[in-house]
């Protein structure tokens, strides 16, 4: 992680854990990790939401989310519907892969409530 990410990772406030604009990571995964380790921290899983890639095939734009964000779709008829933990949940974090590999954070959503 660079210097931001750093600082958030050794800070002993209440805060340390928790997304800002423009921290950089060394990669998506390591920005993916401290996500998942946040979302822990405010009691809700993380997953690989959406990834956008330029016509070339290289990831330009990785958005991870709650586990519970969206809504299931509706099953066919005559299939038994399975459990979904899916209720709504916009808390997510989107990253923006730079030219040099690194990720810098370009937006994220706070978790106020769970369901």
């Given amino acids: 992680m660079s210097s931001s990410a750093?600082?958030?990772e050794s800070a002993n406030g209440d805060d340390a854990w928790v997304p800002k604009i423009g921290?950089?990571?060394?990669?998506?995964?390591?920005?993916?990790?401290?996500?998942?380790?946040y979302g822990k921290e405010m009691g809700?899983?993380?997953?690989?939401?959406l990834v956008k890639r330029r016509s070339s095939?290289?990831?330009?734009?990785?958005?991870?989310?709650?586990?519970?964000?969206?809504?299931c779709r509706t099953t066919k008829e005559g299939k038994k519907p399975r459990p979904?933990?899916?209720?709504?949940?916009?808390?997510?974090?989107?990253?923006?892969?730079m030219d040099d590999g690194r990720s810098a954070l370009a937006s994220s959503s706070?978790?106020?409530?769970?369901?």
Avoid: P, W
Wanted: overall charge positive; glycine content about 6%.
């Fill in 84 to 97: 979904d933990a899916r209720s709504g949940c916009q808390a997510h974090m989107t990253v923006k892969i």
């Fill in 23 to 37: 921290m950089v990571f060394e990669n998506d995964e390591k920005a993916y990790h401290f996500y998942c380790h």
């Fill in 57 to 71: 095939g290289l990831v330009y734009s990785r958005v991870f989310s709650c586990y519970k964000e969206g809504y």
């Fill in 44 to 49: 809700f899983g993380v997953r690989k939401h």
């Fill in 110 to 115: 706070r978790i106020i409530t769970m369901n």
């Fill in 6 to 8: 750093e600082n958030a």
